[in-house]
């Protein structure tokens, strides 16, 4: 084995190629790199990814079910009702049954719950302004609404069934 001497390559000088264009590997790089970005946020609230979002949904949407909750996150029925579990437990989070439907639990936010998640919000805008600073308005505009598109196209059932239509031809 030959020596030599070894000198990083400035990431932005290495050749991704396809890459590129590459969904998948672009957007496992920018969580990536969001996710270190907002490290410090997560211990200093002592969260853990995807508990501010839920708490966010519960707010904007009082009496949304733990299913329905599941499905706009992409996360399994297990892992929300953990989380929940825990909200409930430090008193963020109200589960009740409704008496129309007792199949489910119908999620709100406590009066802690709601302080904290008003607390948070603002927070989250100031993390939204960091994360986003390399983009100007229209292009942030532009960026969420094709997110919102793609995000769409992958919840609709009916594209689900197009997709493997398509690749079975």
Not at 42 to 65: A, Q, Y
Request: glycine share 4%; charged share 30%; net charge neutral.
């Amino acid at each position: 084995m030959k020596d030599f001497d070894y000198e990083p390559v400035a990431a932005s000088k290495i050749e991704l190629g396809y890459l590129a264009g590459d969904i998948t590997f672009m957007a496992r790089v920018l969580f990536a790199h969001v996710r270190l970005a907002n490290a410090e946020f997560h211990r200093e609230w002592d969260t853990v990814s995807g508990t501010l979002s839920l708490l966010s949904l519960i707010g904007l949407n009082p009496g949304i079910s733990q299913n329905d909750l599941a499905s706009t996150v992409v996360m399994k029925k297990s892992a929300v009702t953990k989380l929940i579990g825990e909200l409930e437990a430090k008193g963020l989070v109200i589960r009740d049954k409704p008496k129309s439907d007792r199949r489910f639990n119908a999620l709100s936010l406590s009066l802690e719950g709601e302080a904290l998640w008003l607390e948070m919000r603002d927070r989250l805008q100031e993390r939204q302004e960091f994360l986003l600073q390399p983009l100007n308005t229209r292009d942030r505009d532009r960026l969420f609404a094709l997110l919102q598109r793609l995000v769409a196209y992958y919840a609709d059932p009916s594209a689900t069934s197009r997709r493997a239509d398509a690749t079975e031809h």
